[in-house]
């Protein structure tokens, strides 16, 4: 299946400091990524989709302010946690959908999650 | 989106097969029912992708009956490396529709 990376898988920074995340398709090219913020022993939440070439759409409840999202081509969008806090900490996941997929296979491909720490 | 339900936790021991049941009454005509699996710190697997009836693959099969408001992922004879959390989602795969996550189901696969 397609690969999707995310960079860097971990990190620590200290409070009041700007992170930030990239996520890559690495074999195919998505219009649309999807970013994802997991607590510990929680689901997995929306947080935005992020279309290339255009402003992403952010869930009810996400500041956009606080979560900025490029998309700046076709196999990157990058999340950058702007004055993080301790409350940001948490994992964050990426997915990115392959449009030339069809019926029955796997069309949204997750990246392996960054965790992010902030002291 | 269709809102899905699932079993919180089920327990299993290994070589036993497994049966998660999702419910998803909302479904929608063009909206296709997609199983992915997440182990502890890593993002989500996918595990089968079905519309209607039965699929099979290498992993897993997916059972839909026919008004389609629930299915069935069925793990055979499972190992201690498929504890991980099972999650079903609905959702129309030839837009660009978001994936909604629902709770998931945590399986525990014991000796």
């Known amino acids: 299946g397609a690969v999707v990376s995310q960079h860097p898988s971990w990190v620590i920074c200290k409070s009041g400091t700007s992170v930030k995340i990239e996520c890559r398709s690495l074999d195919f090219q998505a219009t649309t990524m999807f970013w994802y913020r997991q607590f510990p022993k929680q689901s997995l939440m929306l947080m935005a989709t992020?279309?290339?070439?255009?402003?992403?759409?952010?869930e009810q409840g996400v500041e956009k302010d606080k979560f900025l999202i490029n998309h700046a081509s076709l196999t990157l969008s990058t999340l950058t946690v702007t004055s993080a806090h301790p409350e940001d900490s948490s994992f964050y996941i990426c997915?990115?959908?392959?449009?030339?997929?069809?019926?029955?296979?796997?069309?949204?491909?997750f990246g392996p999650g960054t965790r992010l720490l902030v002291l | 989106l269709a809102k899905t339900t699932q079993p919180i936790s089920m327990d299993s021991y290994e070589g036993q097969e497994v049966n998660i049941t999702c419910s998803h009454n909302?479904?929608?005509?063009?909206?296709?029912i997609t199983w992915y699996q997440q182990f502890p710190s890593q993002g989500p697997r996918f595990i089968i992708q079905?519309?209607?009836t039965k699929v099979t693959n290498e992993v897993a099969s997916l059972f839909i009956p026919a008004d389609r408001k629930s299915s069935t992922l069925s793990l055979p004879r499972v190992s201690l490396s498929d504890t991980a959390v099972y999650y079903c989602?609905?959702?129309?795969?030839?837009?660009?529709?978001?994936?909604?996550f629902g709770t998931g189901t945590r399986l525990l696969v014991s000796p």
């Open positions: 997915s990115a959908r392959d449009v030339a997929s069809g019926e029955g296979q796997e069309t949204q491909y």
């Open positions: 909302n479904i929608a005509t063009n909206d296709y």
């Open positions: 989602l609905v959702g129309d795969i030839t837009g660009f529709q978001k994936l909604v």
């Open positions: 992020s279309n290339e070439g255009s402003k992403a759409t952010y």
């Open positions: 079905g519309y209607k």
